[in-house]
């Protein structure tokens, strides 16, 4: 069973910094990593993603310069860090990952965390 347990999500100020974090358990193979976001009555977006060597990174037009994705193989983790957080920031954050479970490869996803940011 592939479970992606997040945390780090909170209550920050405009301008303040914050680190999600999530780690994949099940004794999995993970390749791609990445963190999406929901805001209230909008579709999820796609935040940024990081290949299963760290080497291609993908962001959203909108965190570039701002926020920053990583990840750990060894505990099979994926990381963001968000900095000059804004209220538009202001979402449910969600960690995707692609892992190879019994049945082949999936997309599992992780319970989403609460990232608000005050004016």
């Known amino acids: 069973q592939v479970r992606l347990v997040e945390s780090g999500g909170g209550l920050v100020q405009a301008g303040g910094s914050r680190k999600l974090s999530c780690a994949a358990s099940?004794?999995?193979?993970?390749?791609?990593m990445g963190w999406y976001r929901q805001a209230l009555g909008k579709q999820r977006e796609l935040v940024a993603t990081?290949?299963?060597?760290?080497?291609?990174?993908d962001y959203a037009d909108s965190v570039k310069g701002r926020f920053t994705i990583s990840r750990d193989n060894f505990k099979n983790s994926v990381y963001l860090q968000m900095n000059s957080l804004n209220p538009e920031d202001t979402a449910v954050y969600y960690c995707?990952?692609?892992?190879?479970?019994?049945?082949?490869?999936?997309?599992?996803w992780g319970q989403g965390s609460q990232v608000t940011v005050s004016s």
């Open positions: 995707k990952a692609r892992a190879l479970a019994a049945g082949g490869w999936k997309d599992y």
């Open positions: 099940g004794g999995v193979i993970v390749n791609t």
């Open positions: 990081i290949s299963a060597g760290g080497g291609v990174i």
